[in-house]
Nanobody
Framework: QSQLVESGGGLVQAGGSLRLSCAAS????????MGWYRQAPGKQRELVAT???????NYADSVQGRFTISRDNAKSTVYLQINSLKPEDTAVYYC???????????????????WGQGTQVTVSS
């Protein structure tokens, strides 16, 4: 069973920085896109940033220029560098991988979604 293990959340003051990490534990044959989502209290989960296997990135308008997503394929890990934090960035952050468990799945099935357990980011004003 593959799992995603997140780390790096915490309580910071506005203007501060955090670095979130998410690593796959267990076997995933191949990972396609990786991404970060967040969910604030009373709101729906929203896309924060994604990165393709080729390194192309996409960001939500609200985080463009402040957040940077990166990945280490050798470590099956995705990172989110968060700078210039704002109180409205307060949320539970979830990582997401799209991948395949085996070569057979890779050949014949679409990628599966894997989710982390979530890590809390709280920004005080």
């Amino acid at each position: 069973q593959s799992q995603l293990v997140e780390s790096g959340g915490g309580l910071v003051q506005a203007g501060g920085s955090l670095r979130l990490s998410c690593a796959a534990s267990g076997s995933i044959f191949s990972i396609n896109a990786m991404g970060w989502y967040r969910q604030a209290p009373g709101k729906q989960r929203e896309l924060v940033a994604t990165i393709t296997s080729g390194g192309s990135t996409n960001y939500a308008d609200s985080v463009q220029g402040r957040f940077t997503i990166s990945r280490d394929n050798a470590k099956s890990t995705v990172y989110l560098q968060i700078n210039s934090l704002k109180p409205e960035d307060t949320a539970v952050y979830y990582c997401n991988f799209q991948g395949w468990r085996s070569y057979t799945d890779y050949r014949y099935k679409p990628p599966e979604d894997y989710w982390g357990q979530g890590t809390q980011v709280t920004v005080s004003s």
